[in-house]
Protein backbone atom coordinates (compact mmCIF):
# COMPACT_ATOMS: atom_id res chain seq x y z
CA UNK A 1 0.00 0.00 0.00
CA UNK A 2 1.45 3.42 -0.73
CA UNK A 3 1.38 5.84 1.92
CA UNK A 4 -0.70 8.33 2.11
CA UNK A 5 0.58 11.39 3.16
CA UNK A 6 -0.99 13.72 0.29
CA UNK A 7 -4.27 12.33 1.48
CA UNK A 8 -3.60 13.02 5.48
CA UNK A 9 -5.94 15.04 6.62
CA UNK A 10 -5.44 18.34 4.42
CA UNK A 11 -8.72 19.50 5.89
CA UNK A 12 -11.24 18.85 8.09
CA UNK A 13 -13.94 19.62 5.78
CA UNK A 14 -12.50 16.74 3.49
CA UNK A 15 -13.28 14.20 5.67
CA UNK A 16 -16.47 15.95 6.87
CA UNK A 17 -17.76 15.55 3.45
CA UNK A 18 -16.80 11.77 2.99
CA UNK A 19 -18.38 10.21 6.23
CA UNK A 20 -21.78 10.97 4.60
CA UNK A 21 -23.91 10.00 8.18
CA UNK A 22 -27.17 10.77 8.88
CA UNK A 23 -28.00 12.92 12.48
CA UNK A 24 -27.75 11.02 15.50
CA UNK A 25 -28.31 13.65 17.67
CA UNK A 26 -32.06 11.95 19.12
CA UNK A 27 -29.85 9.24 20.21
CA UNK A 28 -28.32 11.06 23.27
CA UNK A 29 -26.63 7.77 24.57
CA UNK A 30 -22.89 7.55 24.41
CA UNK A 31 -20.90 4.27 24.94
CA UNK A 32 -17.58 3.46 26.10
CA UNK A 33 -17.16 -0.47 25.65
CA UNK A 34 -14.37 -2.37 27.24
CA UNK A 35 -13.89 -5.68 26.76
CA UNK A 36 -11.66 -8.32 28.35
CA UNK A 37 -9.39 -9.08 24.93
CA UNK A 38 -6.23 -10.79 27.25
CA UNK A 39 -3.01 -8.64 27.21
CA UNK A 40 -4.19 -5.94 24.43
CA UNK A 41 -5.85 -3.00 23.80
CA UNK A 42 -8.91 -2.73 22.09
CA UNK A 43 -12.28 -0.51 22.91
CA UNK A 44 -15.29 1.25 20.83
CA UNK A 45 -17.33 4.64 21.11
CA UNK A 46 -20.60 4.09 20.61
CA UNK A 47 -23.94 5.74 19.06
CA UNK A 48 -27.03 4.07 18.22
CA UNK A 49 -25.91 1.47 15.67
CA UNK A 50 -22.44 2.94 14.41
CA UNK A 51 -18.95 2.45 16.60
CA UNK A 52 -15.45 3.95 16.33
CA UNK A 53 -12.94 1.61 17.11
CA UNK A 54 -9.45 2.10 19.34
CA UNK A 55 -7.56 -0.54 18.36
CA UNK A 56 -8.30 -3.68 17.53
CA UNK A 57 -6.87 -6.22 20.41
CA UNK A 58 -4.62 -8.79 19.44
CA UNK A 59 -5.16 -11.55 17.05
CA UNK A 60 -7.51 -15.17 17.93
CA UNK A 61 -9.88 -13.47 20.20
CA UNK A 62 -13.71 -12.24 19.25
CA UNK A 63 -14.46 -10.19 22.26
CA UNK A 64 -14.70 -6.65 20.84
CA UNK A 65 -16.62 -8.08 18.21
CA UNK A 66 -18.60 -9.96 20.00
CA UNK A 67 -19.72 -7.03 22.56
CA UNK A 68 -20.44 -4.32 19.58
CA UNK A 69 -22.76 -7.22 18.41
CA UNK A 70 -24.30 -7.57 21.77
CA UNK A 71 -25.34 -3.44 22.07
CA UNK A 72 -26.18 -3.45 18.49
CA UNK A 73 -23.77 -2.09 16.74
CA UNK A 74 -23.92 -2.54 12.65
CA UNK A 75 -21.04 -0.31 11.58
CA UNK A 76 -17.80 1.18 12.58
CA UNK A 77 -17.43 4.40 11.20
CA UNK A 78 -13.48 4.60 11.82
CA UNK A 79 -11.42 2.01 13.37
CA UNK A 80 -8.00 4.03 14.71
CA UNK A 81 -5.28 2.27 15.28
CA UNK A 82 -2.85 3.98 18.03
CA UNK A 83 0.37 1.73 16.66
CA UNK A 84 1.41 -0.98 14.77
CA UNK A 85 1.99 -4.02 18.31
CA UNK A 86 -0.14 -7.26 17.19
CA UNK A 87 -1.41 -6.22 20.93
CA UNK A 88 -3.28 -3.31 19.56
CA UNK A 89 -3.82 -4.05 15.92
CA UNK A 90 -3.30 -8.12 15.04
CA UNK A 91 -7.09 -8.05 15.90
CA UNK A 92 -8.06 -5.96 12.71
CA UNK A 93 -9.51 -9.09 10.68
CA UNK A 94 -11.20 -10.26 13.47
CA UNK A 95 -14.00 -7.00 13.90
CA UNK A 96 -16.05 -8.98 12.01
CA UNK A 97 -18.60 -5.40 11.36
CA UNK A 98 -18.27 -3.66 8.29
CA UNK A 99 -15.71 -0.33 8.50
CA UNK A 100 -15.94 2.70 6.68
CA UNK A 101 -12.11 3.66 7.15
CA UNK A 102 -9.14 3.65 9.03
CA UNK A 103 -6.98 6.18 10.98
CA UNK A 104 -2.93 5.40 12.24
CA UNK A 105 -0.03 8.26 12.59
CA UNK A 106 2.91 7.95 11.19
CA UNK A 107 3.83 4.32 9.75
CA UNK A 108 7.20 3.10 8.33
CA UNK A 109 6.68 1.29 4.83
CA UNK A 110 6.45 -2.16 5.87
CA UNK A 111 4.21 -1.42 8.93
CA UNK A 112 1.96 0.39 6.74
CA UNK A 113 2.24 -2.69 4.00
CA UNK A 114 1.03 -4.71 6.58
CA UNK A 115 -2.11 -2.86 6.84
CA UNK A 116 -2.98 -3.07 2.61
CA UNK A 117 -4.99 -6.20 2.70
CA UNK A 118 -7.64 -4.31 5.31
CA UNK A 119 -7.16 -1.16 3.83
CA UNK A 120 -8.52 -2.51 0.68
CA UNK A 121 -11.69 -3.47 1.52
CA UNK A 122 -12.60 -0.17 3.37
CA UNK A 123 -14.74 1.99 1.62
CA UNK A 124 -12.56 5.26 2.68
CA UNK A 125 -9.26 3.37 2.75
CA UNK A 126 -6.63 4.05 5.63
CA UNK A 127 -5.63 7.57 6.14
CA UNK A 128 -2.45 8.80 8.27
CA UNK A 129 -3.07 11.66 10.64
CA UNK A 130 -1.26 14.84 10.48
CA UNK A 131 -1.66 16.60 14.06
CA UNK A 132 -3.40 18.50 15.26
CA UNK A 133 -6.57 17.01 13.61
CA UNK A 134 -10.08 16.72 14.31
CA UNK A 135 -13.57 15.41 12.56
CA UNK A 136 -17.08 14.44 13.80
CA UNK A 137 -17.59 11.46 14.83
CA UNK A 138 -20.88 9.70 15.61
CA UNK A 139 -23.27 12.76 14.80
CA UNK A 140 -22.31 15.62 16.75
CA UNK A 141 -18.97 14.26 18.70
CA UNK A 142 -15.39 15.36 18.15
CA UNK A 143 -12.42 13.26 18.06
CA UNK A 144 -8.88 15.17 18.40
CA UNK A 145 -6.00 13.99 17.26
CA UNK A 146 -3.01 15.57 19.05
CA UNK A 147 -0.09 13.31 18.54
CA UNK A 148 0.57 11.30 15.20
CA UNK A 149 4.02 9.78 15.78
CA UNK A 150 5.95 13.35 14.27
CA UNK A 151 6.76 15.59 17.68
CA UNK A 152 10.50 14.05 17.28
CA UNK A 153 9.69 11.38 19.16
CA UNK A 154 12.19 8.69 18.88
CA UNK A 155 11.40 5.64 16.13
CA UNK A 156 10.25 2.59 18.92
CA UNK A 157 6.99 2.15 18.10
CA UNK A 158 5.23 2.83 21.29
CA UNK A 159 6.52 6.71 21.47
CA UNK A 160 4.85 6.99 18.13
CA UNK A 161 1.47 6.06 19.80
CA UNK A 162 -1.18 8.08 18.28
CA UNK A 163 -2.96 10.76 21.10
CA UNK A 164 -6.70 11.15 20.52
CA UNK A 165 -9.27 12.51 22.69
CA UNK A 166 -13.24 12.75 21.96
CA UNK A 167 -15.53 15.26 23.29
CA UNK A 168 -19.21 15.28 23.08
CA UNK A 169 -21.75 17.40 24.99
CA UNK A 170 -18.92 20.42 25.46
CA UNK A 171 -16.51 17.78 27.40
CA UNK A 172 -13.61 15.33 26.97
CA UNK A 173 -15.91 12.11 27.83
CA UNK A 174 -12.22 10.16 26.30
CA UNK A 175 -8.17 10.02 25.99
CA UNK A 176 -6.63 7.31 24.51
CA UNK A 177 -2.43 6.97 23.89
CA UNK A 178 -1.89 3.71 23.60
CA UNK A 179 1.79 2.15 24.72
CA UNK A 180 3.13 6.24 24.54
CA UNK A 181 5.74 6.48 27.49
CA UNK A 182 6.18 9.30 30.01
CA UNK A 183 8.69 11.13 27.17
CA UNK A 184 6.15 11.42 24.74
CA UNK A 185 2.94 12.13 27.75
CA UNK A 186 5.20 15.13 29.17
CA UNK A 187 5.91 16.63 25.62
CA UNK A 188 1.76 16.92 25.25
CA UNK A 189 0.97 18.13 28.11
CA UNK A 190 0.00 21.44 26.85
CA UNK A 191 -2.48 19.81 24.83
CA UNK A 192 -4.59 17.60 27.18
CA UNK A 193 -7.69 18.60 29.15
CA UNK A 194 -9.93 17.29 31.59
CA UNK A 195 -11.85 14.14 31.08
CA UNK A 196 -13.75 11.52 32.24
CA UNK A 197 -11.73 8.37 31.64
CA UNK A 198 -8.62 8.09 30.42
CA UNK A 199 -7.03 5.33 28.71
CA UNK A 200 -4.09 4.10 30.86
CA UNK A 201 -0.80 4.19 28.91
CA UNK A 202 0.67 0.95 27.90
CA UNK A 203 -1.44 -1.49 29.90
CA UNK A 204 -0.79 0.30 32.96
CA UNK A 205 3.38 0.08 32.90
CA UNK A 206 4.98 1.45 34.96
CA UNK A 207 6.71 3.85 32.12
CA UNK A 208 3.10 5.26 31.58
CA UNK A 209 0.75 7.03 32.90
CA UNK A 210 2.95 9.73 34.40
CA UNK A 211 1.74 11.62 37.38
CA UNK A 212 1.78 15.07 35.59
CA UNK A 213 -0.54 13.44 32.84
CA UNK A 214 -3.27 12.35 34.70
CA UNK A 215 -3.17 15.32 36.48
CA UNK A 216 -3.53 16.91 34.00
CA UNK A 217 -6.32 14.81 32.60
CA UNK A 218 -7.65 14.98 36.05
CA UNK A 219 -9.98 11.80 34.91
CA UNK A 220 -12.95 10.13 37.14
CA UNK A 221 -11.90 6.73 35.54
CA UNK A 222 -8.83 5.06 34.19
CA UNK A 223 -9.05 2.00 32.09
CA UNK A 224 -6.79 -0.55 32.10
CA UNK A 225 -6.66 -3.30 29.71
CA UNK A 226 -4.37 -6.45 30.77
CA UNK A 227 -4.38 -10.00 30.45
CA UNK A 228 -4.63 -12.01 33.50
CA UNK A 229 -1.43 -13.57 35.22
CA UNK A 230 0.87 -11.81 32.41
CA UNK A 231 4.00 -11.95 32.28
CA UNK A 232 4.71 -7.86 32.35
CA UNK A 233 3.37 -7.82 35.75
CA UNK A 234 0.32 -5.16 34.12
CA UNK A 235 -0.73 -3.20 35.79
CA UNK A 236 1.96 -2.37 38.12
CA UNK A 237 1.61 -1.20 41.24
CA UNK A 238 3.87 1.84 40.54
CA UNK A 239 0.58 2.74 37.65
CA UNK A 240 -1.93 2.47 40.21
CA UNK A 241 -0.71 4.37 42.72
CA UNK A 242 -0.80 7.69 40.63
CA UNK A 243 -4.33 6.68 39.44
CA UNK A 244 -5.03 6.56 43.47
CA UNK A 245 -3.07 9.33 43.41
CA UNK A 246 -5.45 11.75 41.36
CA UNK A 247 -8.18 10.38 42.51
CA UNK A 248 -9.68 7.86 39.90
CA UNK A 249 -11.29 5.37 40.25
CA UNK A 250 -9.80 2.05 38.06
CA UNK A 251 -11.40 0.09 35.50
CA UNK A 252 -10.16 -2.96 34.33
CA UNK A 253 -11.98 -5.67 32.68
CA UNK A 254 -11.46 -9.29 34.00
CA UNK A 255 -13.94 -11.40 32.03
CA UNK A 256 -16.89 -9.10 32.12
CA UNK A 257 -17.13 -6.92 29.86
CA UNK A 258 -17.11 -2.81 31.18
CA UNK A 259 -20.10 -0.17 30.16
CA UNK A 260 -19.37 3.29 30.75
CA UNK A 261 -22.23 5.54 29.65
CA UNK A 262 -22.97 9.14 28.71
CA UNK A 263 -26.82 9.85 29.22
CA UNK A 264 -25.79 12.51 29.61
CA UNK A 265 -23.92 12.25 32.72
CA UNK A 266 -21.79 9.51 33.36
CA UNK A 267 -22.79 6.02 34.59
CA UNK A 268 -20.44 2.74 34.64
CA UNK A 269 -23.64 0.22 33.89
CA UNK A 270 -21.32 -3.02 33.47
CA UNK A 271 -17.99 -4.41 35.26
Known amino acids: MRMVAALAFAASAFLAGCMETEPLETQAELLL ?3 YVGQGHG ?3 VRGNRAVVFDAGPGEQSALRQELTNVGVERIEWVVLTHPDLDHAGGLDSLGIPAE ?8 ESESLSLAPFCRSLPKGCLQVQAPQSLSVLGD ?3 EV ?10 EPNSRSLVADVSWNGASRFLVSGDLDTTGELSLLPWIRRTDVVQLGHHGSRSSAHLAWLGRAAPRYALVQAGLDNGFGHPTAQA ?3 VAA ?3 DLLMPRGKS ?5 NPELDVVGR
Not at 258 to 262: A, L, S
Request: charged letters at 15%; a neutral charge.
Open 240 to 242: LAR
Open 101 to 108: GLLHGRWS
Open 258 to 262: IIVRW
Open 43 to 45: VAL
Open 246 to 248: VGA
Open 33 to 35: VAP
Open 146 to 155: FHDGTHGLDE
Open 141 to 143: ATL
